[in-house]
């Protein structure tokens, strides 16, 4: 079978200086207690900044803007319903919030405003998700 492409769309929210990051439920399929930034899959027919401000708001309870873009990562997966090789595009953002009172939705299990050292740490224990990782490693210092 023909692997599929897939687009994500993800963003970096910082409020007072901190990054927004939800972690995965301990039962999840796929990267398992590890922290992301918030987003999900660009469904069919749909815009990507829709499929953020939607993903956003379901995740976290906030609503963004949309800045900039931040950085692009490849993450390649497999689908856990269809068992089919996924290639996903990933686009990160950066998003603005105003507020920081977030209300998880149940994909996550706790979310965390985090300082530019603690993401670095995260990163360096292995605590954020490939391509969290593979996207503040790219350019950590053009986030502020």
């Given at each position: 079978?023909t692997?599929?492409?897939?687009?994500?769309?993800?963003?970096?929210?910082?409020?007072?200086?901190?990054?927004?990051?939800?972690?995965?439920?301990?039962?999840?399929?796929?990267?398992?207690?590890?922290?992301?930034?918030?987003?999900?899959k660009?469904?069919?027919?749909?815009?990507?900044?829709?499929?953020?401000?939607?993903?956003?708001?379901?995740?976290?309870?906030?609503?963004?803007?949309?800045?900039?873009?931040?950085?692009?990562?490849r993450?390649?997966?497999?689908?856990?319903?269809?068992?089919?090789?996924?290639k996903?595009?990933?686009?990160?953002?950066?998003?603005?919030?105003?507020?920081?009172?977030?209300?998880?939705?149940?994909?996550h299990?706790?979310?965390?405003?985090?300082?530019?050292?603690?993401?670095?740490?995260?990163?360096?224990?292995?605590l954020?998700t490939?391509?969290?990782?593979?996207?503040?490693?790219?350019?950590?210092?053009?986030?502020?």
């Amino acid at each position: 079978m023909t692997a599929m492409w897939g687009l994500t769309v993800r963003g970096i929210c910082v409020f007072n200086d901190k990054i927004l990051l939800l972690k995965i439920r301990p039962d999840s399929v796929h990267d398992a207690d590890k922290w992301e930034i918030p987003g999900g899959k660009v469904k069919k027919c749909e815009f990507f900044d829709e499929a953020l401000k939607r993903e956003y708001l379901e995740e976290t309870g906030l609503e963004i803007d949309i800045d900039s873009l931040y950085t692009v990562v490849r993450k390649n997966y497999t689908a856990c319903k269809t068992s089919q090789d996924i290639k996903s595009i990933q686009l990160i953002m950066k998003v603005t919030c105003h507020s920081d009172e977030v209300k998880i939705s149940e994909e996550h299990c706790e979310y965390g405003w985090f300082s530019l050292d603690e993401v670095k740490d995260l990163i360096e224990h292995g605590l954020l998700t490939p391509p969290a990782a593979e996207a503040f490693i790219k350019k950590i210092n053009s986030i502020f």
